[in-house]
Each structure stands twice: as structure tokens, then as C-alpha cells.
């Protein structure tokens, strides 16, 4: 059983980051490995970025599909391209955003969102609607640090820990989901000082993908999520079409 | 890693159909058992069964904190009693309606129910809601046949299969959600004859609890959820009270 | 015209209470009285004891058919095994909470709730959504009174009125609901404190049932409550099967 | 206990059938008396229709209020001026769409309303969103029978019985609601026919506003339902300014 | 291409205010004229004042229809009698909150309405809802000035942008929509100061009808806006029957 | 005023149509150019198709900008990049689907898309959701032309007209959206033969940039839709970034 996370922002250490996240949960029978995108933003943290960290996204699964994946995690919490990729793939592909929101609902009565930056909330807040899951989540909240500066500035875990206690508070919720996929290696220690599950979607995404396998569940291919029809791409994207 | 699957009715055959599913997803740390209700119906197929269920359910929860068991299975389609069963256990507790919605709604763009009356079907449909998976269920089809006539009646099967294929086409559906514990070994055939991917709830909860165990997820103790306070019980169910 | 009121916990003076509510609203022409559940927990303030209240509810619905109850009024804000007792029951069965919200809905823009523990919030939401009344219901409140301790407490009726004013100044609401059976008693008491109409579920409910049998109205047989299936039980709850 | 029942249509014939109706379900402490609309439509059947038959209505509470009336019901089922008709009006004030719609929720799982022109089924549909029984209301079906035609046409007993017939059998509901003040009158017979409960607005609503006055609930008059800001008024309506 | 714009409020110094608004935006080819109702409240501030506005806008349309005009501008924020209105209307007819709604969805991810009393928001917020505004609605908030005192109150603008400052950090929106007719001036100032697209449903009503009229888009004459079935209308509102 | 028509497709021959439609109803005073977007695919009939058609966009949104263009049209009926474009742009952007479905709600009850292939239903349901819409989108359906093929088919024509008209009866729809940018010459043609008001997003959208503009409102800077931050971008993809 193959399993790959793919990173859709183009910086190498996040994936390493993400890949000891996914690696820790995996079954022992299951092959794990991470990929870099190779072409867009070096972090995404826009409706811009994100956008634009498709084309990446989209190359890294056809390398996949040609590969012999079988599942595939994507690891940035707007769950960029989903649609997208889960036409291009054979297997199942699992947002991190939709793998945290659907776990965090079976552990709780509501849970808060504790995310990077403010201009951010809106793609969280639209997400869990599309899952379903706007009943559970009781609110999204920034910490406006960052992606990258997760991991450089010296007093980002305690600014992210303090977020998650507050927003406890304030929603009345039970859960804490960490909204962005760099916020991975904080999940045990924000766990051990808010005291309450707190969901990191890049392993929650892996084991539903691993989950999705044993069960033999591969991607619905009637209708919507069918292969896309093939036809010609032009310009810098040619390499995308039939 | 021990899980224990509950069967809520007392159907002790029901029980090792369900078991054998369970663990064919199981992996190979998990220590997995199924345990058939010492009280109460011997199918649910009302609202009735379903309240009358519960007791026996929570006595199994009770006993499986007693044998230090770490997550549940509650294998009746309608969920009974789970949010009681959450207090009272320290691990997680999933519902099979609830894990098979869950699961259905990763793999394609909606699914549909096939369950056995059609007095249960207003069940499902709260349950659907309760869990945010309204926008993903398109259709709850009944076949009209007896939870314990799935096994004994030559023609279920092919009545069941028959139900999922017109499920499909009616609801443009693209997933198929099998209604009913007593379905679980229903799974493989249906998907081979339908051909679009077939949740069963026993084999998916199995996975949900693995996984919510691997991520280290318990279920929250803060608020809705926590121990019940302790009281006297009267009557049959003394035995209940603290 | 006969109503029974069936207290679903086992304090026979918290009984005594609301039967005199119920009392002080019935017709002439009712025959109105009210029964203590034999089984299940003295108080009900979690999902475990609601559910565990609802074999002791249920065994004094089927004494009401026996006796010849034309209507019910089931008398904890949980509306605890209202599905299975309607289709138990050949008439109507109302909650109190169900009565409450509902009669709310009709003199005012939009309703708080004050109930008892913080930990019954969860359930009076999931009642708001299965009736509708989400749309009307603003806010819920807890005083964190234990039920027992209403009548107890000499400081509980001063709490309560706090709690109410409190509630709308924090909502904009301009209906106040009770929600606890036990604070039937609380009801003139609040409203001229607070100078906005306030619902009693026990009153409202017991109105409720009276209309539907002066309009010849029983729940209805078609589909969902039916009669439950006869079948055999089993243990401690044998009694219940056929 | 004084309730008046008001006909917002001009139509004499129409307000005895509904007063019969009214008087039928009131208690014997009820004082009960039925007025028409002194001005606008003969019957209602538009929006246009609907919204002039507002000032009629309106000039009919106040003159309730000065009678001390201590409650009303707004006899047509597009209830219309309802919000307005609840500022002026001291007491409660239900209409009978409202009315009917609660009433049906408490015996069933979904009703189907049965209405006289296609083009009234968007109101009704827009009132069960209103009052929150969107979840109930399983289909709205015309019958095409103008509102005064119901007493006339001797076909329309059947048609309307017919129309019941089907929208049970299409929409799986289990619970009638006429959608006209007119066929209040066909209650007991559709439910003799069709063979489920059947909900007459203009009786639901006479047992709803009598359940509020002893429950001693007057419409709240904090914030949107208090009595309007007197002010000039113009031109033919000048008597209804300050 | 003629559109008029309907005062339905009887204070002609208000509908200068707006007709200036309107023609200040309308294309050179629209010819733009700006009526009074000639009868009914002199200003909206209750559902009773807006009810009673609605035969007085419904004569204006009546006569707009015998004038050859080609679309209507509803000029109240409460949008009274629009359906109504368009029954009678062959063309368009726009309210100016339906507008405004739709017009500040399109620059923002959320807006926040500043209205006049506190008593007018929940028809605000309902209609929000029929408009399908309600998930871009973040908050409806009263400034407490009297519609007529919006001109005459010297502090009136000093406190509408006050109003407008608080309601955008408390609603963390990012669009006004003015919540009155008699706000139509404002619009300017209250950008310039706020810092935020500010929406005056005047003008914007005013656009989406000429944009309507490009389109040669009429109402729809299919089902529920058809014309209004004649019939006869009695007393003060005689002249509006058949 | 600069209005500028993105086609996110690389078809030329639909960019010509587009602006033909486009052209039909700006006015006098709106300099209206239309341009092809520089990358991607030929068409856009997937959600790989659509998310590959972004970066073209983007970069003729910045394009836009650097030549002094004041809003934007999106003229492909999926809305790709939507959000992405507002952050890019100063003024206004505006989405074909959006500007249709808007557009539709204010002259009808309730609207069907009748639109290209099967499997881009999901996205129009997804859109219709997402601007509030989903309570006027009654239906949508596909007549399984290819988007290429409207052109050129000679049935084409045809084969939306009948679906057109199923789609009206089939929904008891009152109005019609064409859910694609290469049918916008098929609108008079349409209303023509089914008799209700049809709706080309292309020219909706135009006149909604066009009065936006006219409004002096740009697309709001505060929170989400501010200029995203800039950075490096990598690969193929390198021009995006800073």
C-alpha cells in the first residue's frame, strides 16, 4: 500500500516536517513517502497561492498515478485542487482540512480552528461548510503568524498554544483543530497544555487514506470525479493537455 | 490496541457476522473482539428497539472499561445511545451510520442509503443531519426486508443488490451506503455488481476507532461529554445508579 | 379526556410538582394525573441517565394503553425516547421541551433557554434543530443547578431569575423557556421579574396534548410510528418483547 | 376568555363556515365570536390579494382591542399581516397557517399541504420556512379550486379528497394540512378518506390561542412586536394614523 | 427606457433625497422619475407602518403601469409589498434592500447592515434570508435615529458613521449596506471615513433595474407573479378590486 | 470605464462570441474589450480543466491592471479563480454563474441552469451555494453537448432549446440560467420558444461590472480580498510571484 503526501507549496523542509508527521501514524505495511511541488508558491497563504499551487499539485499526482500510488494526502489546509485531483487519481485523496474537520467531529461536541493568518479564515470557514461540517466547527481563529515563520520564530509555538486555550474559551468547543499543515509537530504539546484532542490533519489525512484502502475504497469514477476528458492545453500548461 | 465491536441487539449470529468483518479491516496490532447485548431486542427495527437497545449497549461499555478496552464500535446502523456510550467511556466510541456517512463522503459526490424497513428510514435521515452529512446523502431506500431475514431469506441478497443498483440511477448517486450491520458481508458482492464503491459501517467504525487510537485521540472530556454524574438508579436498572 | 404526565425520572416529589402545573392549566373536562417512573435514575442531567430513563418512560406508556390514556406529556426538558413512546402510544405524546419551543415561537421574535447544567446545552440544541426551532432559539443557558437542588437550594429560584435576565439582555430575545420539568413552578415568578412572557414546558406541553384531542388529532400510524414489530426480548428488559 | 376569529376576506359566507368551526373545538369558558374584513378582496389569492386584505385586517384588530378581546386568529392561511397585526394587538395573535403547521408537527414526521390555487404554493412554502417547519412539510400541492369555488363547485369535496389522496402516497408524509380557511370544514371527512391525521388551520388555531391565554402568555412587547410609533397617515388610510 | 422610482412613505422631502440618488447613477438613456405614495404612514418604522405603506405603492405601480413605465425602484428597506407589486408590475420591480444585499455580495465576504430602530431589524434579517444574503450578513445594527430625524438630527451622521465604524469591527465584515432610503446621502461620507465599499440600496436598486430593462429581462409571468385574478374589492380600498 | 471580458479558456472563437454578448449591452460610456486567456485548456469541462484554466486568468487579471482596466468579467460559467481575481484586482470581478444566478433571482421564483456535460452539474450546485442561491435553483441540467460542440453542432441549438423547456416543467421553474459562456447567442432564441425570462451570465455580468463601477465600488480591501502577500514562486510558475 502506497501512500503519498504531497506538499502543494514548494518549500523542501515543510515536507520533511509533514512527512515525519504522516510517517509516525502509518501502518507498518504501508509504503510513505512526501513530495515537493515543483512549481509555484513557496507558501500559500492566499486565494492567490493557492490557486497557483494547483498546476504543482496536479503534476505531483499524474508523477503518482504513473508510479503506482494508491492514495494520496494533501497536505496544505485549503485542500487546494481537490476536485481537481481526485479526477486525475485512480485512489482516494484526502484533503488535510476535510481529514482534521471529519476527525475532530468524532472525538467532540464543536471545535476550534486555530489557523496562520486572518485572510485565511474565510477558505477554512468555506471548507467546513462543504463538509459538513459547519454544525461541529465553532469557530476559526488566526494567530497571524506566518506559514514559514512557524518553524523560524522562536515564539511561535507558545503565540499558537496560547490561540488554541483561548479559542477553547471562547467557542465553548471541546476539540482544537490545527489549521495549517506546518503546525503538525505541535499537535502532542498543545494536546498536553490545553486539554483537549487536538487534530493535526496531515495524520489524520494519512490514516483516512490507509483507512480508505483496506477498505478497498478507491474514488468514486461515476460521474463528477470520472478522468477528465482529454483535449489540448496551450501556452506554459501545454504539457497538462492530451 | 484493543477494540471492541458492540452488537446492541442479542442475536448472537448477527454478532459473529459482524466480528468477522471487523476484523478482516483490523490491523495487526489491534487486539479486536465483538460482544453480543445480554439484554434487550433481538433486532432494532423501530424506535422502540432502538431505546430499549441502549441499556444492554451501555453495560457492554461498562464491562469493556472494566477489561481496559481503548475504543467501541456500535454496530446497529441507527447509532443507539452513542452519545450516552461517549460519556461513559474514556476512548473514543463510533457509531457505524456515523463512520460509514463519514467514509461515504470522501470517495464521491453523494451517496446513497440501502437499509432494511422503511420504518427505519426517518432514523438515517437524522442521523445524517446530526452528522453534516445531509449534503452528501442523496437518497435512504428501503427493501422491505427484516434485519434477521438478511440472513435466512435465499433472495436477500439479490433484493439488497437490486435496491442499490436503482438507488444509483435515482438518486445520481456515486457511493452506495449499506443500512444495516446484518449487510456487512454484503459489501464486496454489491460493489462488483454495482459498480461504484460500497461502504459497509462495521468495517468503516473499525477503521475510524484504529485510527482515532493511533492519532492518540480520546474522546473529549471537556464539557458534553465528560463521566456522568453519579446517582441512584431504581427498579431493573439499579444496577446502573452509583 | 384522559392525560397522564409521566415524570421519565424517579423523585416522586419532583412528581408532586409538576402534576400541580399540569393540574392548574387542564380543562374541566380533563382527567389529568401523573406518574412517577419505576426504573432509572433519580434525576436526569446526561445523555447516560436520559437514556437510561427511557425503559422506565416507556413501561408507563404501555400501563397509560392499559389503563386507557388518551394523551401524554412527557415531562424532562430531553424529550428522553419520544420517537419509541409515539409509537407506542395510539395517541398524541408531546415534550415538554417540543411544547415549550414550540409555544414560544408564537409570542415572541426569538426565545433564550435557561436549563440547569452546562453539560444539557448540547441536547436542548440538537431538540431546537429536530423541532424547527433553531430559527427562534437565541441562546441557551445554564445556572448549574443540579435538578434536585432547584427545589433545595434556597438560593436556586434567585439564581434562575438571574440567569433569566441575563439571558435576554445577552441574546435580544423576548420569550424566556424553562428548561427543566422542575422549574415548572418558577414560571409567574420569572415572568414578573424579568417582564417578558415565560414558557413552562409542563403547562404548554399538557395544553398541547388537550388541543390535539379536542381535535381528534392521535400521532400518527402511517410509516415511521406505526406500532413497533412484536418480537422477542431479552434479560433484564424481557418484559418489554412480545 | 375572549377570542375573536377574523376573516381578512370580505366574503360573509366564508367567516360562518369558519366561525362553525372555531366554535366547535373552543372550551366552554371561551367566549368566541368570528368578524369579516370590512374592506378589500372578496377572497385571497394573490400576493396583491393578500397584501390588501392587510388593512382590513388590521382596522379589525383594533376594533378588537377595543372590545377587549384578549386574543385572535388571522383566518386565511397566507397569514397575512401577521407581524403587524402582533404589534398592535395586546394579546396573542396566530395565524392559521402557523397554527396548522406546529399542530401537524406534533403527530407525525412530515405533512403535505393541500392548497386551492398553484400560484399560492410559493407563500405557503416561504410561511414553512418561516416557522421553521421547513423539516415537516414534505410538498405543497394545489388542487386549482379558487377559494370560494370550495363552497360552490360540487366537485370540490372530491377533488380536494383526491388531491389529499395523492400527496400523501407522493411526498411518503404522514399527515394532512388544509391549506385554506375555506375547507375547514372538510376536516373529518379527508381524514376519513385518506386515513391520516388531518390538520384544520382555522380549529388548530382557535386551541392555540387559548392554550397561550391560560397559559397567561401575551405577545412579548420587548423590542420588534411593540405596539407601533404613532404617526400621521394619509389619504384613505388617515384613520389609521395617530 | 422609463423607470420610477416609488416613495411608499407619504414625506415628499424624502423622496427628493432619493430621486437625486437615483438620477445621480442612472444612464443617460433612462428617463428617471421619483413618485410619493398618496396615502398610508408618513414614514416606515413598524410591520404596521409597512403594511399599511402597501396599498399606496400598490396604486403607484397601477398607475406607473397606465404611464408606460418600464421598471419600478421599491425606495424602503424594508421592501414592502414587493411581491405584490410585482403581480401587478409587467416589468421589473426591485427593492432596495433586496439591492443593496445582492450589490454587497459581489465586493466583500460579508457586510454589515446599519439601520434606523432596533425594532426594524428582524425584517431585516428575514429578508436577508429570502434573498439568500444570510451567509453574507454578518450583523444588523440600529443606530436609534427615527427615519424623518435622519434629515433634521444634526448628530444624525455623526452617529450613522459612528455606527458603521463599530459595526464592521465587531462584525469583522468588510462591506456597509446603508439599512434605509432616507440614508441615501450618506453613502459617500460614510466610505471615505469607514475605509470600507459602502452600499445605498437607492442607487444600487436604481442600477439593477436599468441592468434588467439592457438585459430585457421583464418579471416572470409564468406561475406565482402571473397578474392577480380580478375580483371585487370592498370599502376604502374599492378602487384596487375588479 | 474599462471593462475587460476574461475568457479562461484558449478558444479565440468563443472570446469573439463573448464579446459580441458583451459588447450587446454595455453602454455608450464603457470602453469593453474582451482577451483569450494565454494557457490552458481548450475548453473547460472539468474540475481539472478549471483549475488549470486560473494562472491564464491571473496573469490577464494582471495584465488588466498594468493596463488601467477598472473590472472584469469571468466568463466561464464555473467561476474559476474567482477569489483569487479579487485579491488581484482593484475593482470589481465578477463571475459569469454569479452574475446569472443573481440576476435570475430578481425577476422569478425559482431558476433552472441548463447547462453543457453531466459532470459539471456539481460545480454550478456548488456555486449556487455558495452565492446563496441554492434557494432560487430549482434544478440543473445537463444536455451533454461539449462546450466546443455548441458551435458547431448544427443540432445544438436545438438540443438546449428542448432542454430548456424539460427543465421548466421538470422544476416548476419560472426562469432559465444557461449555464455556459459559448451558449450567450442562444438567449433571445430561447425565451423566444419557452416563453420565460433566460439569463446569459456574459451579459449579466457586464452590466453588474458596469453598475458597480457606476457605483464607485470596488472590491473591498479589508481582510480576505486584500492584495495577497508577496513572495517567491518557483518552476513553471515563477513569473507569479514577487
Chains 1, 2, 3, 4, 5, 6 share one sequence.
Do not use: W
Not at 113 to 142: K, N, P, Q, S, W
Not at 151 to 163: G, L, N, S
Amino acid at each position: 500500500m502506497h501512500i503519498r503526501v504531497v506538499n502543494p507549496n514548494t518549500t523542501r523542509a515543510m515536507t520533511d516536517t509533514i512527512e515525519q508527521c504522516a510517517r509516525a501514524v502509518a501502518g507498518p505495511d504501508t509504503l510513505l513517502d512526501a513530495v515537493t511541488s515543483e512549481m509555484g508558491p513557496a507558501s500559500i497563504e492566499s486565494h492567490y497561492d493557492e490557486a497557483l499551487s494547483v498546476p504543482g499539485l496536479l503534476a505531483a499526482i499524474r508523477r503518482g498515478e504513473a508510479d503506482g500510488v494508491d492514495g494520496y494526502v494533501l497536505a496544505c489546509f485549503g485542500d487546494p485542487g481537490l476536485d481537481a485531483a481526485r479526477e486525475l487519481a485512480g485512489g482516494p485523496v484526502i484533503g488535510i482540512a476535510e481529514a482534521a474537520m471529519h476527525t475532530a467531529a468524532h472525538v467532540g461536541r464543536g471545535f476550534s480552528v486555530v489557523t496562520t493568518l486572518a485572510r485565511t479564515v474565510g477558505r477554512a470557514a468555506d471548507l467546513a461548510e462543504r463538509y459538513g461540517m459547519r454544525r461541529f466547527c465553532r469557530g476559526i481563529h488566526a494567530c497571524e503568524i506566518p506559514v514559514l515563520a512557524l518553524d523560524t520564530d522562536p515564539d511561535a509555538r507558545k503565540i499558537v498554544i496560547e490561540a488554541c486555550r483561548e479559542a477553547v474559551e471562547a467557542d465553548g468547543s471541546d476539540v482544537i483543530v490545527l489549521g495549517c499543515a506546518g503546525m503538525a509537530d505541535l499537535c502532542a504539546q498543545v494536546r498536553a497544555e490545553v486539554g483537549v484532542p487536538v487534530v493535526d490533519g496531515v495524520a489524520a489525512a494519512t490514516l483516512t487514506v490507509q483507512s480508505l484502502l483496506t477498505l478497498g475504497l478507491r474514488k468514486s469514477g461515476r460521474g463528477e470525479f470520472a478522468a477528465p476528458p482529454p483535449k489540448p492545453y496551450t501556452g506554459a500548461l501545454r504539457s497538462f493537455g492530451a
